[in-house]
DNA sequence: ATTTGGTATGCAACCAGGTGCATATAAGCC
DNA sequence: GGCTTATATGCACCTGGTTGCATACCAAAT
């Protein structure tokens, strides 16, 4: 469902080809969701198949034709009653954690190693988002757009997922250590 | 992958049957993994098949006959191969992002509304797992035996994520209102 | 007597996501 | 001529998880 609706919001802002969504996700929208080609594919034609999106041939000289899709008011009216809709919480379901709850059978010398594999993942992770804020979201939060408040959120909320987890980490190393 | 595994870390602790392995989940590997017994008795099922698992029929008074599961040695071995394993780090595909991202076109005042109603829920989850932690984990983390200083680790990884996600919230709907 | 709740197992259908493969055009490089 | 990279779309199959339903036994409460 939410991937429908991001696809939904992401043709609304700009009308887009499966191709440009791919994109986006590959950018700024994986700070918080991932999806491959064949999903976006997928799910715009079964959008366009419901009537939420609707979309134009183009040809192109020197590459292939393409679909643009945009959104219709069937389309704006499916997302504003999901919009409204109360969210689950996301499961969560998490391998490392099933390594350490069963730390004992599989070893815990192996878990202290699957644990620090984990770490220079998260902290290359960090990295990555740390660097992507200094570059695009130097100014003061308050000052940008709403747009750019938005995406700035869940970037936060990258960061703070990820400062949180290595701090776990390293208690955890710590214990399981001493 | 690791519903399996932690299936099979379960019954070698203790050879248990499927209903007990569901009621596991719901106490104390729900701090990070959730399951119904219908995945339950399918995996159990499948493990058998692959002769990862054997189980006996137990016939019982006054219930229903129950089938007891237990690890085999291929089990085991099957075990040791997953947890030497690097770890993917988690997909994070959050439907709430989803809702902050898009949240000119869904409209601020309900996106504000999401993320409180959003908080309650996670501040109720806050209060379950810092009572668990005050009946069942007083003591010092360093005096606890191994096994229960692992479930203690992915209890204090819950508390941490909640802990991190109302911190968030808090900026952010600051941010939205000021 | 009937309902509720706990023990115990399972099927069928569906939905979301991932993997692998296939196709087509064209620019640029070696 | 063959290789890679980028644009652009899509099918088929598999895995993992959810939903809804079904069955059966027994105890305790109403």
Same mark, same amino acid.
């Given at each position: 469902?939410?991937?429908?609706?991001?696809?939904?919001?992401?043709?609304?802002?700009?009308?887009?080809?499966?191709?440009?969504?791919?994109?986006?996700?590959?950018?700024?929208?994986?700070?918080?969701?991932?999806?491959?080609?064949?999903?976006?594919?997928?799910?715009?034609?079964?959008?366009?198949?419901?009537?939420?999106?609707?979309?134009?041939?183009?040809?192109?000289?020197?590459?292939?034709?393409?679909?643009?899709?945009?959104?219709?008011? #069937?389309?704006? $009216? %499916?997302?504003?009653? =999901?919009?409204? &809709?109360?969210?689950?919480?996301? +499961?969560?379901?998490?391998?490392?954690?099933?390594?350490?709850?069963?730390?004992?059978?599989?070893?815990?010398?192996?878990?202290?190693?699957?644990?620090?594999?984990?770490?220079?993942?998260?902290?290359?992770?960090?990295?990555?988002?740390?660097?992507?804020?200094?570059?695009?979201?130097?100014?003061?939060?308050?000052?940008?757009?709403?747009?750019?408040?938005?995406?700035?959120?869940?970037?936060?909320?990258?960061? #703070?997922?990820? $400062? %949180?987890?290595?701090? =776990?980490?390293? &208690?955890?190393?710590?214990?399981? +250590?001493?």
């Amino acid at each position: 469902m939410s991937l429908r609706m991001l696809i939904l919001a992401i043709v609304e802002a700009k009308p887009s080809t499966g191709y440009a969504i791919t994109k986006e996700f590959d950018a700024v929208a994986g700070f918080f969701w991932r999806a491959s080609h064949q999903q976006v594919y997928r799910e715009l034609a079964a959008l366009a198949d419901e009537g939420l999106v609707r979309f134009k041939d183009v040809a192109q000289e020197g590459r292939p034709d393409k679909k643009v899709h945009a959104i219709t008011v #069937a389309g704006r $009216r %499916a997302f504003a009653e =999901w919009y409204a &809709q109360p969210q689950d919480i996301p +499961r969560l379901n998490d391998p490392l954690m099933v390594k350490v709850f069963t730390g004992e059978l599989g070893g815990v010398d192996n878990l202290i190693e699957q644990l620090s594999a984990a770490r220079a993942q998260h902290l290359d992770k960090l990295a990555m988002l740390e660097a992507i804020q200094r570059e695009h979201y130097p100014e003061a939060p308050a000052d940008m757009p709403r747009w750019k408040q938005l995406v700035y959120l869940t970037l936060c909320w990258g960061l #703070a997922r990820e $400062r %949180a987890w290595l701090q =776990w980490a390293e &208690q955890s190393e710590a214990l399981l +250590r001493g």
